[in-house]
């Protein structure tokens, strides 16, 4: 248990669905990252958000939506995906303090398929 | 391009140390050696990172050389849950570089 949970554990769904992943992070972090994983390739980095804004949007499509409500939580919305777009999807949290970024705390994933 | 270079796969037997290469010869003064671990199906995991002193906490050991171009993780007494990819991350603890996994070293533990 990292203090990191993302629901759903698994996901299913249609390329015309629209769907979102829940990220909540119980450490008092700062700061939370969306990264998408998928087969026999290395994490790839989608959003940080630090202080509830977005600071980081790694060239990922319009399809996928982030959302930061607040501190403890992220949302990844995602709409008309791709069959590519399967993958498992990482949540991370880490406390930004500016010039010294700490260690990242992730959580279990969503593994996901789009038929 | 890659900062760090970790050989594909690893065995070891279990109880004995294992021992994880990490080549960063273009390491530079402030990036720091950050080591996780992902074991299959799990998100990763934080195990140590260190700047240019070798450092010890209650899941590893961290050995760098003193030209800081090369690390080295040990796992003291190897059990099976420390079956999984074991990632070497060279980052600067300042500004804005964000964590870049690359693909790892695979450490199977044998029974």
């Known amino acids: 248990e990292t203090g990191v949970t993302q629901t759903p554990r698994h996901l299913v769904m249609g390329m015309t669905n629209k769907k979102s992943l829940k990220c909540e992070q119980h450490?008092?972090?700062?700061?939370m990252y969306w990264y998408k994983q998928s087969a026999k390739k290395p994490l790839e980095l989608m959003f940080v958000y630090s202080l509830e804004e977005r600071v980081e949007n790694n060239s990922v499509p319009s399809r996928f939506s982030p959302e930061c409500p607040n501190s403890s939580h992220l949302f990844l919305h995602l709409h008309t995906l791709q069959p590519e777009d399967s993958a498992l999807y990482l949540c991370?949290?880490?406390?930004?303090?500016?010039?010294?970024?700490?260690?990242?705390?992730f959580g279990p994933g969503t593994r996901l398929l789009v038929l | 391009d890659a900062k760090t270079t970790q050989p594909p796969s690893m065995d070891c037997a279990e109880g004995r140390a294992a021992n994880l290469p990490c080549n960063h010869s273009t390491i530079s003064g402030n990036e720091y050696v950050y080591w996780y671990r992902q074991i299959h199906s799990q998100g990763p995991q934080y195990i140590i990172h260190?700047?240019?002193n070798n450092e010890t906490n209650e899941m590893a050991s961290l050995i760098i050389t003193e030209d800081r171009k090369s690390s080295t993780l040990i796992l003291p007494h190897a059990t099976l849950r420390d079956t999984a990819v074991y990632y070497c991350?060279?980052?600067?603890?300042?500004?804005?570089?964000?964590?870049?996994f690359g693909t790892g070293t695979r450490l199977t533990i044998i029974p």
């Open positions: 260190g700047l240019k």
């Open positions: 991350i060279v980052k600067s603890n300042f500004g804005n570089e964000k964590l870049t």
């Open positions: 450490l008092g972090h700062n700061a």
């Open positions: 991370a949290s880490s406390q930004d303090n500016g010039p010294n970024q700490e260690t990242q705390y």
